[in-house]
């Protein structure tokens, strides 16, 4: 060994003798390490794995968006030069409203009176209830889901659709079903197609029937004394090709069959022909946020003629066609029979109500054929027919059902509804979303249809109720097309109007609604104030 020094040999015991009390001095991990002893380059690790996290997540909440967008079911169209917005000065009319049968009813959609002045409602379960005289009591007298059950029994008995049904009231454990499902807003298109949804309803007194429209399974008639039902439209019923020597195809979505069965109402002295919107063949009723937003042209309108039981179509292109009411004389017009004089049918996404020549368009030598009608006027931007022009436009709110009222009615002298020297007959509308300035949510999205891809793709469909404002709307128009008073609720106490609806004899005015759980009842009197 080679000699050192005194002081080389002190300074390695002392630098031994340093590193192994420092060695002694550190507790170790369970992996043997030393702990405290953080290895070359992790000291950016706790910020690293977050901002990773973070990218990846990003990376696939964007993935899932893009994915909707290009796979899901939105295609919307854009709203070229949309009218403006109007200003609706504030009233109180609707926000004292009584609320009938609060919690007994879910969505009573349409409202019919018969002829003992009872009520018949139609409900989100699938049934429809009557009322007696004083609005006490409720008893169901159709049931969609049991008819259709009934329907489908004797079909596989006999081998023949048809005849007479019974009102489906029978099938209590599948009407109580629907009833809690409903009840909990579980909307979905097999639950509704299972119960049925009646939509628009029409009472004729003679013969005593009830007519109604239910959003999956087509038209039915209900004897409102004897409660048997007859199946005069169902979905699948093929559309008859206008009568014409010209062979060019038709707009494809006239001939699918009927998805969304909305509104209807019976032409006078005809033995039971009809007119009725089917208001989109792309969505069921479950789905139809899809089709608002989208505020495609997919909406139709029908003739039923009851001496063939032939459906044939009026008018396509529609925005969520909806209301439907006859208007003028009736005469017989060719080879088309009787018919009046004209149709108002809502065209609902673009917050405005048609009005159709049903004489002009039953002239097969008028300038804009029938055929034409449905082949070239059925996409966006098209225009209307010849024989069809707007009733009226720019409406406060998102119409929905429509109906005639005669001034006369409701024991008093008339000109209350229409306003201070309006004596003739109005016609009142509900309107289920508000659309007047300083801001309409819809009439925005209707310009920007990529806003309206990116709700679609996060926000789930049942939520977008959520999205529409609270607030109670009906209309008053004169039979030119003049919006002569709103009736509002800003309060949104009884918000979602769909049917704005005058007693005959007690003069209270009814309101009914695809989603409230009551019917509202306003007095006319109240409206003075």
Not at 387 to 394: D, I, K, L, R, Y
Not at 433 to 456: D, I
Request: glycine share 12%; charged share 20%; hydrophobic share 40%.
């Amino acid at each position: 060994m080679s000699p050192r020094t005194r002081s080389q040999a002190v300074g390695a015991g002392s630098s031994s003798t340093s590193s192994t009390a420092t060695a002694k001095g550190r507790p170790k991990g369970i992996n043997g390490e030393e702990e405290g002893v953080e290895e070359e380059g992790m000291g950016l690790l706790p910020f690293v794995t977050p901002f990773y996290v973070l990218l990846a997540l990003v990376v696939a909440v964007g993935s899932g968006i893009s994915h909707q967008i290009l796979h899901g079911p939105f295609h919307p169209v854009t709203w070229q030069d949309p009218p403006e917005l109007v200003v609706l000065p504030v009233n109180h009319n609707l926000e004292g409203a009584e609320h009938l049968f609060l919690n007994q009813v879910v969505g009573p959609e349409s409202i019919a009176l018969g002829s003992n002045d009872e009520l018949y409602l139609s409900l989100n379960d699938g049934r429809v209830v009557r009322t007696d005289s004083k609005y006490r009591h409720l008893t169901t007298v159709f049931f969609t889901g049991g008819v259709i059950k009934a329907e489908e029994a004797a079909a596989a008995a006999t081998g023949e659709a048809g005849g007479v049904l019974p009102n489906g009231e029978n099938e209590k454990e599948l009407m109580a079903w629907c009833s809690a499902e409903m009840d909990a807003m579980r909307f979905s298109t097999p639950t509704e197609t299972k119960c049925g949804r009646p939509l628009g309803l029409r009472f004729v007194a003679e013969p005593n029937l009830l007519y109604i429209a239910d959003a999956y399974h087509g038209i039915f008639t209900l004897d409102a004394t004897t409660l048997l039902v007859q199946h005069l439209v169902t979905p699948s019923a093929p559309s008859s090709r206008p009568s014409s020597s010209s062979s060019s195809p038709l707009h494809p979505g006239i001939a699918l069959p009927l998805r969304f069965t909305n509104d209807l109402d019976i032409i006078p002295n005809t033995g039971g022909d009809f007119l009725f919107s089917d208001s989109t063949w792309g969505w069921s009723r479950a789905e139809h946020a899809v089709d608002i937003l989208d505020g495609a042209p997919r909406g139709r309108l029908f003739r039923y003629v009851a001496s063939n039981k032939e459906i044939e179509p009026i008018i396509c292109g529609l925005h969520f066609a909806n209301g439907v009411q006859c208007l003028g004389e009736v005469k017989e017009v060719g080879s088309k029979g009787w018919l009046p004089h004209y149709v108002l049918v809502v065209d609902g996404t673009r917050f405005r109500i048609l009005k159709v020549d049903l004489w002009a368009w039953a002239d097969e030598g008028g300038e804009g054929g029938r055929e034409e009608a449905l082949r070239d006027y059925c996409g966006e931007g098209s225009g209307y027919p010849p024989f069809v022009s707007a009733f009226v436009e720019g409406l406060p709110g998102l119409p929905d059902n429509i109906r005639l009222h005669h001034q006369e009615e409701g024991g008093r002298e008339g000109g209350l509804l229409g306003g201070e020297g309006v004596e003739d007959d109005v016609l009142l509308f509900g309107m289920g979303a508000k659309n007047a300035q300083p801001f309409a949510l819809l009439q925005y999205l209707y310009q920007r249809p990529w806003l309206r891809l990116v709700l679609g793709a996060i926000v789930p469909l049942k939520y977008f109720h959520t999205f529409m404002p609270k607030y109670g709307l009906g209309g008053v128009l004169s039979l030119e097309g003049e919006l002569l008073r709103v009736l509002q609720d800003p309060s949104g106490r009884t918000p979602f109007v769909s049917e704005v609806h005058v007693h005959p004899k007690s003069g209270d005015l009814l309101l009914g609604s695809f989603r409230n759980r009551f019917v509202g009842k306003v007095t006319l009197s109240a409206l003075e104030q």
